[in-house]
């Protein structure tokens, strides 16, 4: 059964790296450039201030290009890294003092990880890589690998099970990956760089199978990325990194239509809008005469969705309903084209 999910909280979180990076935590503060502390005093600075809170049962995505901070982040909510300064709250507890039994326990219970680079077995069958977590933990056997084949099947791996590793193809291994870190039922799933290996073809299945899986179980899940389409696919909230700050945060509306600065615009710019842009950021309220001919779209609609239908019903404008039909607001092909065509809407 899977555990509730669990909240993430990250406060004033900054590391320095070097011999003696405490040192330096407030000269970073009063606004030393990482270029200054690295030419002058030889240490790097990896995290600048940085500020998340990471709801309960969502897809977090921390993206940036390469040395932009990410994949540290993300190691600290496990304190695989230590911070120079800062907390980390899961579920209001500070992970940060917990003492070595305590994260030890942590880390085996609460949260697991799936890496760019599969970390399988070798020398293990794929049910003996997906049981592996079970077995540290001490689950019976016979126990272990029922949990284990139920997620074998559940990634689509079923006869697959008494195979090796080099037996399987990329996206098959970050199959029995994503296997084993569910087999573990942690409320957490750190996920770093996970489908950056794989073709593109296999990427996109396995992004829409983790989506698949998420609206079941409901985990919290941290999502580390280099690509921008991915990001705006899969995560419910988005943060963009730079040399280890935050430059922006928010969900895909806020980073396509109300970009905080020309980094994020670059970014953008070759994004297809329409796939990503929800009729609900671009739409009207209810005028209190709705014409009664307007089609009708569900909540959530892409603008791209939001085109064709329009044009099929031969109609400029339509409604905009919840999951019960009830009308939200009113969307037109003016506002859909304004919204395609602007860079920055706020």
């Known amino acids: 059964m899977t555990k509730s999910s669990t909240s993430i909280e990250i406060r004033d979180l900054y590391k320095i790296f070097g011999s003696a990076p405490e040192r330096f935590v407030s000269a970073v503060k009063n606004g030393m450039s990482k270029t200054e502390l690295g030419k002058t005093h030889g240490h790097i600075l990896g995290l600048n201030n940085i500020n998340i809170t990471m709801p309960a049962g969502k897809i977090q995505v921390v993206m940036g290009l390469s040395g932009s901070g990410k994949s540290t982040l993300i190691r600290h909510i496990n304190r695989l890294i230590e911070p120079t300064s800062g907390s980390i709250l899961i579920d209001g507890r500070n992970v940060l003092e917990m003492n070595e039994l305590e994260l030890r326990e942590f880390r085996r219970n609460n949260t697991a990880m799936v890496f760019q680079r599969f970390a399988l077995l070798p020398h293990r069958t794929v049910i003996d890589n997906v049981t592996f977590g079970l077995e540290i933990r001490g689950v019976e056997k016979g126990r272990a690998r029922e949990t284990g084949m139920r997620w074998i099947e559940r990634v689509g791996l079923h ?40 073709d593109p073809l296999i990427r996109t299945d396995m992004q829409t199978m983790l989506l698949d899986l998420q609206k079941e179980l409901k985990k919290t899940i941290v999502f580390i990325t280099h690509d921008l389409d991915e990001a705006l696919r899969l995560g419910d909230n988005i943060v963009i990194l730079r ?55 569900r909540s959530g609609t892409s603008l791209e969705v939001a085109a064709v239908e329009l044009s099929k019903a031969g109609q400029d404008s339509a409604l905009v309903t919840d999951a019960a039909g009830a009308p939200l607001g009113i969307v037109s092909l003016r506002q859909i084209t304004a919204a395609l065509a602007s860079e920055d809407v706020g």
């Open 159 to 198: 006869g697959f099970e008494n195979r090796y590793p080099d037996e399987l193809s990329g996206g098959m291994q970050q199959r029995v990956g994503l296997a084993r870190a569910l087999s573990n039922d942690a409320s957490i799933l750190l996920m770093d760089e996970a489908y950056s290996a794989l």
């Open 243 to 297: 040399d280890g700050s935050i430059i922006q945060q928010g969900d895909a509306q806020d980073i396509l239509l109300r970009p905080a600065d020309d980094y994020i615009r670059r970014f953008i710019k070759d994004v297809n809008r329409a796939r990503f842009i929800k009729v609900d950021a671009v739409m009207e309220a209810m005028p209190k005469q709705a014409p009664k001919s307007a089609p009708r779209l």
